[in-house]
């Protein structure tokens, strides 16, 4: 049974819920994300020990001292965490006007999740093709002078 209501106490409410549902996710990100950089922390240490090893740089000749590698993980994991944080948030504020709009029409909610969906994946990947442009822009001199012997 549907009970009438007023549409402002609706419009009231759909805020309060959806004020709470930001603040979970903001919550479950800063756990998250505090997890995850002791993680990263600790396995940059293993790519730096393992697989770099800028200490050896002198003695091979072919070696390069900067730890290109450990670098372009740390990198990837904090572009990686910013794209989720805007992704949770852009989720969250489309997920209420989604909803809203569908008391309309499905059609008007479905443009409006489609176009949530759209400023998601344009913002990710500007954001992934411009630190990938940074990192080729810092990288390709240090592989480059690499090349000439010691």
């Known amino acids: 049974m549907r009970v009438p209501c007023n549409g402002k106490e609706v419009h009231d409410q759909m805020v309060v819920v959806q004020n709470h549902i930001k603040a979970g996710a903001r919550t479950f ?12 922390a600790f396995f940059g240490v293993i790519l730096a020990v393992a697989v770099d090893q800028p200490w050896k740089a002198n003695e091979a000749g072919d070696k390069i001292a900067f730890p290109m590698t450990t670098m372009a993980f ?6 990686s965490m910013l794209c989720g944080y805007i992704g949770m948030t852009v989720a969250t504020d489309a997920n209420a006007k989604v909803t809203s ?8 909610g479905f443009d409006v999740a489609f176009a949530g969906g759209q400023v998601l994946g344009f913002c990710l990947v500007g954001i992934a093709l411009l630190l990938l442009q940074l990192m080729i822009m ?7 002078n690499s090349d000439e012997p010691a």
């Open 101 to 108: 709009e569908t008391t309309t029409s499905i059609g008007a």
């Open 74 to 79: 740390l990198v990837g994991a904090a572009t």
């Open 138 to 144: 810092i990288y390709k001199p240090i592989v480059l």
């Open 29 to 40: 990100l800063k756990e998250e994300y505090s997890k995850l950089a002791i993680f990263c």
